[in-house]
C-alpha cells in the first residue's frame, strides 16, 4: 500500500504519545531552539524569538507609557487585529488557499497587512497533518496530550521533515507555493532543514517590523509604538493555547446544537469565532472555504476581511461553503432559546 506523503511530512522531536514530565518536554522544546546545536533549528528559533523579542516593548509600555487608552489600543491589537489577520492569512489562505489574491502586489500587501509574529512554513506544514488526522496519535498538536504539549507544539512537533527525498521536498515546496515565499533549493533545504530560505525572512521581519514602527510611531509615538509591541507580545502567548481549547482541552466537549463536526473534537467556542471567525468545528468540516459562519448566530470577521479584499481588488476569488453546509444540515431545527438545535 502507497504510504500517505503526509505521514512523512513532518518530523517531531519525539514520537506522539509519548509519556514524560514536563521538565521533559520543556528540555525537548529547548533542544529544538538551540541554533548552536543544529543550524536546522533556525526557522523555529526565529518563530519563538518573534514573540519573546517583544517583551521589551511590552516591559517599557508598562513602565513609561501606560494609560488606559493605551491599553485599550494594546487589547485591541492583541484580540481583534492580529487574531483576526492570523485567521484569514495564516490559516485559511496559507493553509487551505481558502481564496485566491489577484497578483503579486495583492500577495504583497496581504502578506504584510499586520505585524508579522509567525512563520508561514511553521503553520502550513502541520496544519495539513492537523486536519487529515484530527485528535489521533498522528496529529501534531493532539490536545489529548495535555496543554503544555500543545503549548510548545510549533517547536517540538510542528517540524517539516529534515530527511525528505528530493521528490519528496518538491512535494513540501509545492504546498507553500501559493504564499510566495522565496524556497531553497534541494541542496539548501538539506543544509537548513526549511523551505523557508533564513535570510530572505529575516530581511522581510526586519522590513515588515520596521514599517509598521514607523506607522505607530507616527500615529501615537513611543505610547503607541510600544503598545502594539506588547499587543504582539501577548497574542503570541495566548494563540498557542488556541488548539488545545478548540478541540476540548483533549476531551469530547461537543454539544449537538453547536458543535456539528463528526470527525473531530473541534468546538465552535463563542470567544475566537466573534473576535475572529474562527467557528472551529465549522472549519473542520469545511476546511477551505474563506467562511465559516455558518449558523444564524455566528459572525466571521476573518471573512468580512477577505469580503473587503475582494472589493478592493486585492483579492480575485473565494471559496464560501455556507450553502454547502446548510443543505447538508437542512434537519436542523430552530431551537426554542433562538440558536440551532440537532434533534435526535
Not at 141 to 153: I, M, P, Q, T
Not at 225 to 251: I, P, Q
Not at 261 to 286: F, Q
Not at 300 to 329: C, H
Request: aromatic share 14%; with cysteine.
Amino acid at each position: 500500500m502507497k504510504q500517505d506523503f503526509l505521514l512523512t511530512l513532518l518530523g517531531p522531536l519525539y514520537t506522539p504519545g509519548t509519556q514524560m514530565d514536563a521538565s521533559t518536554r520543556l528540555g525537548y522544546f529547548f533542544n529544538g531552539i538551540n541554533i548552536i546545536e543544529s543550524k536546522k533549528n533556525w526557522i523555529y528559533f526565529a518563530n519563538i524569538m518573534a514573540t519573546v523579542l517583544m517583551i521589551v516593548p511590552t516591559i517599557i509600555f508598562f513602565k513609561d507609557y501606560f494609560s488606559w487608552s493605551l491599553m485599550g489600543f494594546l487589547v485591541l491589537m492583541n484580540a481583534l487585529v492580529l487574531n483576526i489577520y492570523s485567521t484569514f492569512y495564516y490559516h485559511r489562505f496559507c493553509s487551505h488557499k481558502a481564496f485566491k489574491v489577484k497578483n503579486k502586489l495583492g500577495l504583497f500587501i496581504l502578506k504584510n497587512m499586520a505585524p508579522k509574529f509567525f512563520m508561514e512554513e511553521v503553520f502550513t506544514m502541520a496544519h495539513q497533518v492537523h486536519h487529515k488526522y484530527s485528535d489521533s496519535e498522528l496529529d501534531p498538536h493532539n490536545a489529548k496530550h495535555g496543554n503544555l504539549h500543545c503549548y510548545l507544539a510549533d517547536v517540538t512537533m510542528m517540524r517539516l521533515n529534515p530527511d525528505l527525498d528530493e521528490k519528496g521536498y518538491e512535494r513540501a515546496k509545492a504546498l507553500m507555493a501559493h504564499t510566495g515565499i522565496e524556497a531553497n533549493s534541494y541542496e539548501d533545504y538539506k543544509k537548513w532543514g526549511s523551505i523557508t530560505k533564513p535570510l530572505n525572512t529575516i530581511i522581510h521581519f526586519a522590513l515588515n517590523w520596521t514599517f509598521w514602527g514607523v506607522v505607530f510611531y507616527l500615529i501615537g509615538g513611543m505610547g503607541l509604538l510600544t503598545a502594539a509591541g506588547a499587543g504582539g507580545f501577548f497574542w503570541g502567548l495566548a494563540v498557542r493555547n488556541f488548539n488545545y481549547k478548540s478541540h476540548g482541552s483533549g476531551e469530547d466537549k461537543r454539544k449537538e446544537w453547536r458543535d456539528t463536526d463528526k470527525n473531530s473534537l473541534s468546538l465552535n467556542l463563542v470567544m475566537p469565532g466573534t473576535l475572529c471567525g474562527e467557528w472551529h468545528a465549522n472549519h473542520h468540516i469545511y476546511p477551505t472555504s474563506a467562511r465559516c459562519d455558518f449558523l444564524p448566530w455566528q459572525i466571521d470577521l476573518a471573512f468580512a476581511s477577505v469580503w473587503m479584499l475582494k472589493k478592493m481588488g486585492i483579492v480575485e476569488s473565494y471559496i464560501d461553503k455556507k450553502q454547502d453546509y446548510i443543505k447538508t444540515y437542512s434537519t436542523i431545527k430552530e431551537g426554542t432559546d433562538g440558536r440551532i438545535s440537532n434533534p435526535a
